[in-house]
């Protein structure tokens, strides 16, 4: 009996065992498409933010929502975001902050929390009006997560104009705070439904900071050693305004 015991045992626990190695060596599956939301936060650059939304267009990988959080923008900027109104592929958020009210709060991250709400996609994807996306932005972060499935966050390598220099760093970060800029991230929405969304929205200077500090925490941001976004240093920036 001791024997048909043991046997049965054994069993059991290969048969455990086998399910645990497949579960693990379970093949990532690299075709899948989902939808990403971009979220594009805008603020009196008509320009700008047209380059912007442009390059969001160009993308390689069309599978997305383009989210435009507009911070009540002047009336240039502003025509310039209705003419993609009948995209089927845009929705565009307005705010009514009043300009009194506009530096007790880090709008960006105020935009961004109305975006995450409004944000249907499995992936969230961040844009300055005043940076841009390269071409493969989307296709490579797409691919790069597929190919890792235990990866929630991923970031490339910023390209820093007119210094013309690829932001550091490019290694896995737990801390990101300071090291990443949001339009460089990509992350699965889930991150935010398990742990919360830009709550620092009193931190003007550097509300993505702790948002990036409470994710990375959990889960680390993965570098792609390329650059795939193209941030614009300039004056009339907030950093440089600070
Ligand atoms: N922004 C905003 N409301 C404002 C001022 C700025 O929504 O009243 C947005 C702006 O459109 C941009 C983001 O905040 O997407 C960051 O601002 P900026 O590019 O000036 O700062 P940087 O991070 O480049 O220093
Ligand atoms: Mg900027």
């Not at 709400?117 to 841009?132: N, P, Q, R, T, V």
């Not at 705070?177 to 935010?192: E, I, L, P, Q, T």
Request: hydrophobic share 35%; aromatic share 10%.
């Amino acid at each position: 009996i001791n024997t048909q015991r043991r046997n049965i045992t054994d069993f059991i626990y290969g048969l455990i065992s086998v399910i645990l190695c497949r579960a693990a060596y379970k093949k990532p599956d690299t075709r899948k498409e989902p939808l990403v939301s971009v979220l594009l936060v805008s603020y009196n650059r008509p320009e700008m933010v047209k380059e912007a939304i442009e390059s969001v267009f160009n993308q390689t990988y069309q599978n997305f929502e383009l989210i435009i959080l507009d911070d009540n923008s002047n009336e240039e900027t502003r025509r310039v975001i209705d003419q993609y109104l009948k995209n089927p592929k845009v929705r565009v958020y307005k705010s009514e902050v009043r300009d009194e009210d506009r530096w007790k709060m880090a709008r960006y991250a105020v935009l961004i929390n109305v975006g995450l709400e409004m944000a249907k996609g499995e992936l969230i994807s961040y844009l300055c009006d005043d940076d841009y996306y390269l071409p493969q932005r989307l296709e490579k972060m797409v691919k790069f997560l597929n190919e890792h499935p235990g990866v929630r966050v991923c970031y490339g390598r910023q390209l820093r104009l007119p210094v013309n220099k690829l932001r550091k760093p490019d290694r896995v970060l737990k801390k990101p705070r300071g090291f990443v800029d949001a339009s460089s991230v990509m992350h699965y929405k889930s991150c935010v439904d398990e742990l919360g969304n830009w709550d620092d929205v009193y931190y003007i200077p550097g509300a993505d900071g702790p948002f990036w500090n409470k994710i990375g925490a959990k889960y680390p941001f993965y570098p792609i050693m390329e650059a795939l976004d193209v941030r614009r240093e300039h004056a009339d920036s907030l950093t440089a305004k600070m």
